[in-house]
């Protein structure tokens, strides 16, 4: 039996995840349950440490991944330990490489099969839906997340909530993190603000689950009652103009309630070979989906009881449907939609919205094609007219051996034969011509039109009802069968439609071509208008512009083509070659609202193209100001400041006072003469006109050099180059620069207490050269970023990046021939990776 699971979900760190879940297991050990601690992370908090005094604590396991150790979680262990609960912290955890599995909710699943009850913590800017959301709104990406559906199937979720000014409180006294990391975290990602909307988040998304497991215990206790729990707007389409104006006052209802639903359905007749237009149906999906709310298309030959069925199903509080068209007469009738949909309701409030288009009435439907061919229905005409004298001259001779039924029979059987030859009307004139052969040569008194026999009468009536019921139920078939291709056919056009747009050949030139040879047209133009409207407008070429066309000679104008489509105010499709009757005009109208979409992603693509070079040239004009700002302003002002104290006379410096402040100005000058020579180099490295010696260098001489630039920074470095090595292909002093500015780099993002590695190893006919730090490290978005000239990202606060160094280093690395990549350092941090060709004197 599989364990279950239960997750504290929080809106950020510190509302106190990991200290409820170990409450929770203190509180299951006082019930006497075997709770074991698989793995907790207390981040030095001493009341969350507190709560493991007393509980048994499963080891970790060391994994070692490129020389360094990492301790993770021992499933092996929990599972054979097989306690009733584990207590396993941050399920979106990335774990080491060498681990069995690369995430640690997969561990936990692990442990879940064994049938052990796991109880975990997850915040909410790690579910993998929100990690966009998260960003935008804090500006920190984040690197390790969970899928929604690890935590949507956990059997409990449990909300540690708190308000965003208690969190702050909570740091600020120094229980979240450290005192000297209180200030900088407090003033970026814990802003009021930020926290502010992480809290909704958290809280949505919590109520996001709470109606799944609402709608969960209604399906399995079979209540279809409204709980009226949330406000749910369904809105009723039928395709029709007064769509647009019950689309919005519906979502006026819903803007009423915070957090309301806004839902659309189209109810699809259940023989599916009727329905509404499907460019109004898909503009006010549109509209739609523009004011937050989700289209649906349900298929019911019930309209009134499937529109219930819909809401009733997503638990709707009020239901919109647009007053009737129908005439006065046709509701006496027929009580109508509305009126049946009101009787039926129940709980659900239904909107009856008045419009426009109630005061005109009804539309008449268009006038139903034949339901045969014309040769089918002269071929029927051509055997009734035919076949009756034929069939009499033929039974006259044997009248008085044949009985009357007999002769009926044989006349309904050719009646027949007209039905299915030549379709209904026919057939009822071959059965009217039939009864008076029969009356007049076979009914006593044989020579007149009279019927001495009641019998003789009412067999002749049967006779024709019987014709007309046949000959009614083959036109009628035939009819079914035509619309049944048809529709077929339509939804084979839309279906390859549909597959054109997924497979994203949304180019006009394409689309036009698609519709043409659907068709069989001569031409299909894409129209827009130049200037603005007037009634003469549409034989005027000059008011119209060609946007796309396939074919032959485009229409200039709508009044060139066959057959036209107005697709809102300034696009028109035009199409020639033959006129299109209504049902394919529903498939053409469906057409040019794609080639409309397709029209406005073009577009958009060329304004952003053409936006792109602008931004990215006022992006390096930003980072060039704000290099030059930061880079430059600082060693400028110290080496001032301390010239300016030398230079003065109302203070008498000590002789070590005088070397402090000229060691302050040399170290600042220096700064500053690297910056100038990087952004000299930079300059150069675009030009092209860098002047490069390259020849062997030994990396054990040239990475001491680097780490001896650094100057009192250089404690901070430990280096792992082994000697046997062979020599590289390089400029000395420019891998010496790399070198320095990556080392630099990674010092200035480490934390304390821990130490940049720079270490080497061969790799084929390659050398590569690691620098790893323990800092924040760069999102895997961000790769190639950070090499952009005087590209910060966020500078310092958040880690990211630093401006013109790594520019520069790859630039002069690409420049020698080599590679400069970035990597994640395992465990957390980034690790720059230069590969430089092995010198081919070298030995091997």
Same mark, same amino acid.
Request: glycine share 8%; charged share 25%; hydrophobic share 45%.
């Given at each position: ?160 909530? !708190? ?7 909570? !740091? ?12 900088? %975290? ?237 379709? !209904? ?189 602008? %931004? ?65 180099? !930079? ?14 260098? %030994? ?72 620098? %790893? ?72």
């Amino acid at each position: 039996m599989r364990g279950r699971l239960r997750v504290y979900l929080g809106a950020a760190p510190g509302v106190g995840k990991t200290y409820a879940m170990l409450s929770e297991g203190r509180r299951a050990l006082e019930r006497g349950r075997d709770v074991v601690v698989g793995l907790v992370e207390t981040h030095g908090r001493p009341r969350t440490a507190a709560l493991l005094e007393g509980m048994e604590i499963v080891p970790r396991r060391t994994v070692r991944y490129r020389g360094a150790a990492f301790t993770e979680l021992d499933v092996r262990a929990v599972i054979e330990r097989r306690p009733k609960v584990a207590l396993i912290d941050e399920l979106a955890h990335t774990n080491a490489p060498g681990s069995g599995n690369v995430k640690r909710w997969q561990d936990i699943d692990e442990i879940l099969d064994a049938g052990i009850d796991v109880i975990s913590t997850v915040n909410i800017q790690h579910l993998e839906s929100l990690n966009d959301v998260v960003q935008e709104i804090t500006g920190v990406p984040q690197r390790e997340t969970v899928p929604d559906e690890v935590v949507r199937r956990a059997d409990q979720i449990e909300l540690v909530d !708190m308000s965003p000014e208690a969190l702050r409180r909570r !740091m600020a006294h120094g229980n979240v993190y450290a005192p000297e990391k209180v200030s900088a %975290a407090m003033s970026n990602y814990f802003r009021v603000g930020n926290l502010t909307a992480l809290r909704e988040l958290a809280l949505l998304w919590a109520a996001g689950k709470v109606d799944d497991q609402l709608d969960r215990y209604r399906a399995d206790h079979g209540i279809a009652d409204t709980w009226e729990t949330r406000e749910r707007v369904v809105v009723a389409l039928t395709g029709g103009p007064e769509g647009d104006t019950l689309v919005r006052r519906a979502a006026r209802i819903a803007a009423r309630t915070k957090g309301a639903d806004l839902l659309a359905v189209h109810v699809v007749s259940a023989d599916g070979l009727a329905g509404a237009d499907p460019a109004s149906l898909a503009r006010q999906r549109t509209l739609v989906e523009s004011m937050g709310g989700s289209y649906h298309q349900v298929v019911g030959g019930d309209v009134p009881r499937a529109l219930l069925d819909f809401a009733r199903g997503v638990n709707a509080t009020q239901l919109v449907l647009g007053a009737s068209r129908r005439g006065r007469f046709a509701q006496i009738l027929a009580r109508g939609v509305g009126v049946e949909t009101i009787s039926l309701s129940g709980s659900i409030d239904v909107h009856l919205v008045t419009h426009e288009e109630a005061k005109k009435g009804r539309r008449r439907p268009e006038r139903a094609r034949a339901a045969l061919t014309p040769e089918r229905r002269l071929a029927g005409w051509a055997v009734a007219v035919a076949g009756l004298p034929a069939l009499t001259a033929a039974l006259v001779p044997f009248r008085d051996v044949l009985r009357l039924p007999n002769e009926i029979l044989l006349f309904l059987l050719l009646v027949v034969g007209v039905a299915l030859v030549g379709g !209904m009307w026919p057939a009822i004139a071959a059965a009217v011509g039939a009864s008076l052969l029969l009356n007049w040569f076979f009914t006593p008194p044989v020579g007149r039109v009279t019927i001495a026999d009641p019998e003789n009468l009412f067999a002749l009536i049967v006779f024709v009802l019987v014709a007309a019921a046949v000959s009614t139920i083959v036109d009628v078939a035939a009819r079914r069968t035509r619309q049944a291709a048809r529709a077929a056919a339509e939804a084979e056009v839309l279906s390859t439609l549909a597959g054109h747009v997924l497979r994203g050949e949304a180019a006009l030139p394409s689309l036009l071509g698609r519709l043409r040879e659907t068709f069989g047209l001569d031409s299909v133009t894409l129209l827009e208008r130049v200037g603005d409207p007037t009634p003469e407008d549409r034989g005027d070429p000059r008011a119209w512009r060609i946007i796309a066309t396939s074919g032959g000679a485009p229409c200039t104008a709508p009044a060139d083509a066959d057959t036209d489509v107005v697709i809102g105010d300034e696009l028109v499709l035009a199409a020639r070659g033959r006129l299109l009757n209504a049902g394919d005009r529903r498939v053409l109208e469906a057409f040019a609202a794609e080639a409309a979409v397709a029209l406005r992603q073009e577009r958009l693509e060329e304004e952003a193209e053409l936006a792109r070079p602008l %931004a990215e040239a006022d992006k390096m004009r930003t980072a060039l100001l704000a290099a030059v700002s930061h880079d430059l302003r600082t060693p400028l002002s110290a080496a001032k400041a301390a010239v300016e104290s030398l230079r003065g006379s109302e203070v008498e410096w000590t002789d070590e006072d005088r070397e402090e402040l000229l060691a302050t100005a040399d170290e600042s000058l220096t700064r500053l003469g690297r910056l100038v020579d990087n952004l000299l180099d !930079m300059s150069r490295l675009q030009a092209g006109v860098l002047g490069l010696a390259l020849q062997p260098v %030994a990396l054990e001489e040239v990475v001491p050099r680097a780490v001896d630039d650094l100057g009192p920074l250089c404690d901070h470095v430990e280096d792992d180059v082994p000697v046997e090595l062979p020599d590289v292909v390089a400029d000395p002093a420019l891998l010496e620069r790399v070198l320095a500015n990556l080392i630099a780099n990674a010092v200035r993002y480490s934390p304390p207490g821990y130490k940049v590695l720079v270490t080497a190893g061969r790799h084929g006919d390659q050398v590569e050269i690691r620098v %790893a730090d323990r800092g924040p490290g760069i999102p895997p978005q961000d790769h190639e970023r950070v090499f952009l000239p005087f590209q910060r990202l966020g500078d310092r606060d958040n880690g990211t990046g630093v401006g013109l160094g790594l520019a520069l280093s790859r630039g002069l690395t690409e420049a020698m021939g080599g590679t400069l990549i970035p990597e994640e350092t395992p465990g957390g941090g980034l690790t720059m990776i230069v590969n430089l060709p092995v010198h081919s004197g070298a030995a091997p």
